[in-house]
């Protein structure tokens, strides 16, 4: 089975014009610029949470750090329709493209990435457990409170409990368990990325329709 580096991608330059394409090792190594997409599922249960996934521990990048619920990279070719199938192989469920809320196209400037990365919402209110994630990528998904993360994030607090999964391997199923994280259980970026997720989800569960990234 191929390695997910060694997956093709187009790349661009920094003004996303076309200029040919890579494996996602190459793209890494020499920050080419190329397309990538991160969701994140909101829920309204219990005032407000965001699901964040917990990187698998033989991710080549960021491994065991807490992510968006799904994210991914566009395969040449691609086009930002192909977040679902994505979304589908990471974390078992079905969705449809026009179920997801754009928040935009963000620069990801970070230690491993030179990307363009569709940031998505989704609003799925079903409980932690209706969820399947895929043990090749995921060690398991965290519930986090909308407010509870905004004072983490922020630096008010500097840890706080959640609901989360396990895999029991003894069981070959995922258990429900309280976790709990601190801020540097999140891959870092220098823009707070992640604060300005949770205020998107806040005012995206408020209904309003403007939700830059």
Request: with cysteine.
């Amino acid at each position: 089975m191929a390695h997910e580096e060694d997956e093709i991608v187009d790349i661009f330059d920094k003004d996303m014009n076309p200029l040919g394409v890579a494996s996602r090792r190459v793209a890494h190594e020499y920050d080419l610029w190329h397309k990538s997409f991160d969701c994140f599922i909101v829920t309204a249960n219990d005032g407000g949470q965001v699901l964040l996934q917990r990187r698998g521990s033989g991710k080549a990048l960021y491994p065991n750090l807490l992510d968006a619920t799904s994210s991914g990279h566009y395969q040449s070719g691609e086009g930002a329709e192909a977040a679902v199938r994505e979304i589908h192989e990471e974390l078992g469920v079905k969705v449809a493209f026009e179920e997801l809320a754009p928040l935009g196209i963000r620069l990801d400037l970070s230690r491993y990435h030179t990307s363009f990365a569709d940031i998505f919402l989704l609003r799925r209110d079903d409980g932690l457990m209706s969820y399947m994630p895929n043990t090749a990528e995921l060690d398991g998904i965290v519930a986090v409170g909308i407010k509870d993360g905004l004072e983490l994030l922020s630096g008010k607090v500097s840890k706080i409990t959640v609901k989360g999964t396990v895999f029991d391997k003894a069981k070959s199923s995922w258990m429900a368990r309280d976790i709990e994280i601190t801020k540097m259980d999140f891959i870092y970026y220098v823009d707070n990325y992640f604060y300005k997720v949770f205020v998107a989800a806040e005012r995206f569960l408020e209904g309003r329709k403007l939700l830059p990234i």
